[in-house]
T-cell receptor, first 114, second 116 residues
């Protein structure tokens, strides 16, 4: 079965600084990979997704993620963080033939200092 | 605008009572899902439904029940058999169940259930 690890529970960055949130997955083949964002008390919003092709994918709100097969990673990045980016970020994995049943990581809480 | 509506946003119940959480979508999506979110545990799938009058158990279905009598509605009942019902519950939908990549999940804003 697939699994997802987000090793950082909390991350604090200064506004304008760069951001990288880590995500490692475990699966025998290439999975579907997703990053979602959740503002406090809200549902989740899809930031970006990856399955194949260019390993660097662009998403909404200026986010991007890079798939590295050798490291089983799909880290989320943003060159310059805005205070409104403060939220919880979830990495998720789906598998071909697995329907729409995603496995979510435990999330990384991002705090942005002004 | 199309979307998913979950109501109420906050719900309080006494232990031993069943409670039903509402989820309505106007996205014309075939598939609907219920997730439970607890701090530090991410999201866990409770039930999902691919089509009207059909649903399947997810990873943590014990103590929960659902129905899918209409395409747009997928209510979740938290029964008294659920040992730790206090949590944040998220409803989601997707255009299909065949591929998570081609039909990603759309989420409602959740219901926070507190049982005392």
């Amino acid at each position: 079965a697939q699994s997802v690890t987000q090793p950082d529970i909390h991350i604090t960055v200064s506004e304008g600084a760069s951001l990288e949130l880590r995500c490692n997955y475990s699966y025998g083949a290439t999975p579907y990979l997703f990053w979602y964002v959740q503002s406090p008390g809200q549902g989740l919003q899809l930031l970006l997704k990856y399955f194949s092709g260019d390993t660097l994918v662009q998403g909404i709100k200026g986010f991007e993620a890079e798939f590295k097969r050798s490291q089983s990673s799909f880290n989320l990045r943003k060159p310059s963080v805005h205070w409104s980016d403060a939220a919880e970020y979830f990495c998720a994995v789906g598998v071909m033939g697995g329907g729409n049943k995603l496995t979510f990581g435990t999330g990384t809480q991002l705090k942005v200092e002004l | 605008d199309g979307g998913i509506t979950q109501s109420p946003k906050y719900l309080f119940r006494k232990e031993g009572q069943n409670v039903t959480l509402s989820c309505e979508q106007n996205l014309n999506h075939d598939a609907m899902y219920w997730y439970r979110q607890d701090p530090g545990q991410g999201l866990r799938l409770i039930y999902y439904s691919q089509i009207v009058n059909d649903f399947q158990k997810g990873d943590i279905a014990e103590g929960y029940s659902v129905s899918r009598e209409k395409k747009e509605s997928f209510p979740l009942t938290v029964t008294s058999a659920q040992k730790n019902p206090t949590a944040f519950y998220l409803c989601a939908s997707s255009s299909g169940l065949m591929s998570s990549y081609n039909s990603p999940l759309h989420f409602g804003n959740g219901t926070r259930l507190t049982v005392t």
